[in-house]
């Protein structure tokens, strides 16, 4: 089980040096307190390991070994693997999101061991380290991993395996409620694969408790806390707070709300009722170091539009000495009514953009909603992260009927921005009839775990097109998410994907078909995605309970902010 707690800041050394022997605050075992996750086998097929056995990495780009530690004080520690090697090769050793090389030379035998030790700067507290393959390279046995420097501990336990299954062998699972597909397929870079099973495996009208069901399971009580790139330390940022630290204002009126999401001083802003515009759509740029949370259960904001990024301009070239909008909080609202009947083509209710970074979109609903048809196609995203936007987690949010609900990235053409930026979770979030953009994805990378998709064409936007659309440089890492459609055909990862995209798609997600006939479409490459957990650490619910936790507890009111 992957512990919760985060701290960031460390980086690795440069030298890397082979030594005989060490002397160790710690030796962390298969097992052992600090040993978390591992992709492979505990295996004793070679002799000379110590403990129960040894590590056997499946040779694949990104698989390797999670570790957390516990440090009393920040500086350098020496780290160490024993480790047996058939060849010469180098892994990464990424520790709290920074990553660094670490060689292994060849031993003269799978049953001869040696050490390997590279020092690196941790800090005070938890501290998240993870060995991994890069590329087609195979790694090396691993008996153990030491670390010495001063009073170290094991912070977490328990570990289990995570076999992640790319894009390039997909698995999936595909079921009713009364029955369940196991459907793989493999094939080569840039091409679409396919899996049907026959209708008799699928009821041909959707159930009532598609939805969601009564109660959820004990083991799968919900975590609310923030996770994701939006916790990541970078850009001098250390976590994402808003308004923390800052006065605690209550707003009831446009005027208020827009005081204050546009003031240069940090605050709490707390939305009671209902907020709208004097006349027509206004987006707000909102500025840095602000929580904008709504106030028990019916905070709505009609015709309104945060733009987080907007109120220094938004230049072509990012800037390392201009200090972009960063840090902002936005909970608890429903946003409704995001239309613009003028000429404004972007009615978006969040934009996340020019640079800005550090901003957790948490608990809000987006209802797809306008007087008519001809407002309806005058609204556009419901949260889209643009133009070098970063660092941002988008988590337990309610997407109701939205046609372009979520996109990451401008256009094909804006590496100049967007590239080596975008870093997005989007987790545990609820897609109601939703139509597109789950999310539209360029240049960016973007971890997509524990959502549910649901959509029985009931919906304005009737049946839904795609769940993800990999463009270009994109990376996405799509893990334990639950697809109920009704739908012909469904393209997890679309059609119109570039084929020099990254994904993984991993087999811990279940799509759920119930149409007769239906099939799955994935657009696959052989290039691995990113992984996750070089980033943060999280946990992750079963997908087969997401139809009953997510609808319980994703969208505005669901959090205990009391008016008071």
């Known amino acids: 089980m992957m512990c919760k707690k985060f701290l960031s800041g460390a980086v690795l050394a440069l030298a890397s040096t082979v030594l005989s022997s060490h002397a160790a605050a710690i030796t962390i075992q298969e097992n052992d307190p600090g040993f978390c996750s591992y992709d492979g086998v505990i295996s004793t097929a070679h002799s000379g390991y110590t403990g129960a056995g040894y590590v056997d990495i499946h040779n694949?780009?990104?698989?390797?070994?999670?570790?957390?530690?516990?440090?009393?004080?920040?500086?350098s520690y020496n780290v160490s693997f024993r480790y047996a090697n058939r060849g010469s090769t180098s892994a990464a050793l990424v520790v709290n999101g920074s990553s660094g090389s670490l060689s292994f030379p060849r031993t003269a035998s799978l049953s001869s061991w040696n050490t390997v030790t590279k020092t690196v700067n941790l800090v005070a507290g938890v501290n998240q380290l993870r060995l991994r393959a890069t590329g087609s390279q195979e790694i090396a046995n691993i008996d153990f991993m030491a670390v010495d420097g001063g009073a170290v501990s094991g912070a977490c336990g328990s570990a289990s395996s995570s076999v992640g299954v790319s894009s390039s062998s997909s698995s999936v699972?595909?079921?009713?409620?009364?029955?369940?597909?196991?459907?793989?397929?493999?094939?080569?870079?840039?091409?679409?694969?396919?899996?049907?099973?026959?209708?008799?495996?699928?009821?041909?009208?959707?159930?009532?408790?598609?939805?969601?069901?009564?109660?959820?399971?004990?083991?799968?009580?919900?975590?609310?806390?923030?996770?994701?790139?939006?916790?990541v330390s970078a850009l001098g940022v250390p976590t994402t707070t808003g308004g923390a630290g800052g006065e605690v204002v209550?707003?009831?009126?446009?005027?208020?709300?827009?005081?204050?999401?546009?003031?240069?001083?940090?605050?709490?802003?707390?939305?009671?009722g209902s907020i709208q515009p004097p006349a027509g759509y206004v987006k707000f740029n909102v500025t840095s170091n602000k929580t904008i949370v709504g106030v028990g259960s019916n905070a709505t904001l009609r015709q309104i539009g945060f733009r987080v990024g907007g109120s220094i301009g938004c230049s072509d070239a990012y800037n390392a000495n201009t200090a972009y909008v960063s840090n902002v909080i936005i909970r608890n609202l429903t946003f409704r009514d995001v239309y613009d009947a003028g000429s404004n083509p972007d009615a978006d209710a969040v934009t996340v953009e020019c640079f800005s970074h550090h901003v957790w979109v948490d608990h809000n609903t987006f209802i797809y909603s306008a007087p008519n048809s001809t407002l309806m196609g005058r609204i556009d995203g419901a949260v889209d992260v643009k133009r070098g936007g970063d660092w941002v987690t988008v988590s337990w949010n309610h997407f109701y009927q939205y046609n372009k609900t979520m996109l990451l990235g401008h256009v094909d053409s804006n590496a100049l921005q967007d590239s080596g930026r975008l870093h997005v979770t989007y987790h545990h979030n609820y897609f109601e009839n939703t139509h597109q953009r789950h999310p539209r994805v360029r240049f960016g990378k973007a971890h997509i775990f524990n959502n549910y998709f649901f959509n029985d064409k009931t919906g304005p936007n009737r049946q839904i097109s795609y769940i993800a659309l990999a463009g270009p440089e994109s990376e996405l890492y799509l893990e334990a998410n639950h697809i109920w459609v009704d739908s012909g055909e469904l393209y997890?990862?679309?059609?119109?994907?570039?084929?020099?995209?990254?994904?993984?798609?991993?087999?811990?997600?279940?799509?759920?078909?119930?149409?007769?006939?239906?099939?799955?479409?994935?657009?696959?490459?052989?290039?691995?995605a990113f992984e996750p957990r070089d980033f943060y650490p999280y946990s992750i619910n079963s997908a087969s309970v997401l139809p009953t936790l997510v609808p319980a507890y994703a969208g505005a009111g669901k959090l205990a902010i009391v008016n008071d």
């Open 60 to 75: 694949a780009g990104g698989q390797g070994i999670s570790y957390q530690i516990n440090v009393a004080t920040a500086g």
């Open 173 to 231: 699972t595909v079921q009713s409620s009364s029955h369940i597909a196991s459907l793989s397929s493999s094939s080569s870079a840039g091409t679409v694969v396919s899996s049907s099973v026959s209708s008799s495996l699928f009821s041909s009208t959707p159930s009532s408790s598609s939805r969601s069901s009564s109660s959820v399971p004990v083991s799968e009580v919900p975590d609310f806390s923030m996770t994701g790139f939006a916790a």
């Open 250 to 272: 209550r707003v009831t009126t446009f005027e208020q709300l827009q005081h204050y999401v546009t003031a240069s001083a940090p605050y709490v802003i707390q939305v009671e």
């Open 492 to 528: 997890v990862v679309s059609e119109d994907s570039d084929r020099n995209a990254r994904v993984i798609f991993t087999h811990d997600n279940i799509v759920r078909l119930v149409n007769p006939n239906a099939e799955w479409l994935l657009q696959v490459n052989n290039s691995q």
